[in-house]
Nanobody, 116 residues
Framework: QVQLVESGGGLVQAGGSLRLSCAVS????????MAWYRQAPGKERELVAD???????TYSDAVKGRFTISSENTNHTLYLQMSSLKPDDTAVYSC??????????WGQGTQVIVST
């Protein structure tokens, strides 16, 4: 079974930085793209950033210039480097992997809390 496990979340002061990781395990499959989503309490889940197999990336306007998404080709580990964090960044961050034939896989998420 394919599994995604996020780590690196925690409590950080506004203006600080965190690096989230998403480890991929399970059977070998073709990953077309990976992404980070986040969801704050009472709000809809939103796409934060994604990265395609050609390493092209996209970012939401809210995080553009502050967050960087990257991945390792060998084991597909996904990262999200977050800088200049704001209280509005507080949310549960989840990673996804889009595969060729088996659809999208989700991790359980890691909590990020940005305090003032």
């Amino acid at each position: 079974q394919v599994q995604l496990v996020e780590s690196g979340g925690g409590l950080v002061q506004a203006g600080g930085s965190l690096r989230l990781s998403c480890a991929v395990s399970g059977i070998v499959f073709s990953i077309k793209s990976m992404a980070w989503y986040r969801q704050a309490p009472g709000k809809e889940r939103e796409l934060v950033a994604d990265i395609n197999e050609d390493e092209s990336t996209t970012y939401s306007d809210a995080v553009k210039g502050r967050f960087t998404i990257s991945s390792e080709n060998t084991n597909h580990t996904l990262y999200l480097q977050m800088s200049s964090l704001k209280p509005d960044d507080t949310a549960v961050y989840s990673c996804t992997a889009d595969t060729l034939f088996r659809g999208r896989f989700w991790g359980q998420g890691t909590q990020v809390i940005v305090s003032t």
